[in-house]
């Protein structure tokens, strides 16, 4: 079976630009979450969806980046427009949430660099 | 003070030593808390979960500290393959989904 898939891998962009990240959970997951890691600030929660809703978004660092979830196996991350502290690898998740705290499953990620 | 905090490291250790790493908590209604292990430049890996109780995963053992909101992960007998940066991980609030991760320790361990 196959994990999250994420695209694309690596991502240069310059400063200013739209940057879309993507993500397909793991079939049957019914949980989502994007998160953000940098060297400075480790992993960090930037939105989470259970059921393709958004639960929590309160991580979401400004209006510049928005999160959609319009099926249960795809989910897009975008940043607009992009600025070079946006750098960072920009994990997605997804968990069977059934109750209680299931495993949470991450992608490979995709290492953002904005010029 | 920081939701969760672990020492960075790195910890360099020879191969067969005995390592650990602690973590400690700071919100008293945490319920769920987990090991995770992210390998230079990949994603993060469930190790294993931590209960009340400590449990153990071969050479790996948890422990859980409520009253202190403290949890260790020891690892025996290290092989090479261990060489990676563990994070510790705790549910933020009761009934919450959403987890927290620790900055992560580094660990290597050398031949």
């Known amino acids: 079976d196959a994990g999250v898939i994420q695209s694309p891998r690596h991502e240069v962009t310059e400063m200013g630009q739209e940057v879309t990240l993507r993500c397909k959970p793991i079939?049957?997951?019914?949980?989502l979450f994007w998160y953000r890691q940098t060297m400075m600030r480790g992993l960090e929660l930037l939105i989470y969806?259970?059921?393709?809703?958004?639960?929590?978004d309160s991580g979401m660092p400004e209006d510049r980046f928005s999160a959609k979830m319009p099926n249960a196996s795809f989910s897009t991350l975008k940043i607009q427009p992009s600025e070079p502290r946006d750098s960072a690898v920009y994990f997605c998740?997804?968990?069977?949430?059934?109750?209680?705290?299931?495993?949470?499953?991450f992608g490979p990620g995709t290492r953002l660099t904005v010029l | 003070r920081k939701e969760v905090e672990q020492d960075p490291g790195p910890f360099n250790v020879p191969e067969g030593a005995t390592v650990a790493f602690n973590c400690t908590y700071s919100n008293s209604a945490s319920q769920s808390f987990f090991w995770y292990r992210q390998d230079c430049r990949k994603e993060p890996k469930l190790l294993m979960s931590?209960?009340?109780s400590g449990n153990e995963d071969g050479r790996f053992t948890a422990q859980l500290n409520r009253a202190s909101q403290y949890i260790s992960l020891l690892i025996r007998d290290s092989k090479l393959s261990d060489s990676a940066t563990y994070l510790c991980v705790v549910n933020s609030g009761a009934g919450s989904y959403q987890l927290t991760f620790g900055k992560g320790t580094k660990l290597s361990v050398i031949p």
């Open positions: 931590v209960y009340s």
């Open positions: 079939s049957g997951h019914n949980s």
């Open positions: 969806f259970n059921n393709n809703v958004p639960i929590d």
């Open positions: 998740a997804s968990s069977l949430l059934a109750g209680g705290i299931d495993t949470q499953y």
